[in-house]
């Protein structure tokens, strides 16, 4: 999922990978290669410039960030949304979401 980082810190760093291989992964579309083998070979780039800054693999830097992302998110003031009218699939996911979070809090 590509998202505007809330940490300043890592905005940066985002936009940086993130041009690059969003560079590269329109030029393979245009060359003819579908978006989903665009966004594979996009994470293969991905997976090299972490490794070239030391994080040894996507894992990792999501287990390093992804707390530090969640934690500021809270801090700015982000919640859960609630979407009392989902029907279907979203309503399941809400279910699944609000449960999710309950978990995490306790």
Do not use: C, N
């Amino acid at each position: 999922m590509r998202t505007r980082p809330e940490r300043a810190d890592l905005l940066g760093a985002a936009d940086s990978i993130y041009g690059t291989v969003r560079h590269l992964e329109l030029e393979w579309e245009a060359a003819g290669l579908g978006a989903p083998a665009a966004a594979a070979q996009g994470l293969g780039v991905l997976a090299k410039q972490l490794t070239a800054a030391g994080i040894p693999d996507y894992t990792a830097f999501m287990q390093t960030v992804l707390p530090a992302e969640v934690q500021a998110r809270i801090a700015a003031g982000a919640t859960v949304p609630q979407r009392p009218w989902a029907v279907g699939r979203l309503a399941d996911m809400a279910v699944h979401q609000r449960r999710l979070t309950e978990e995490l809090d306790d």
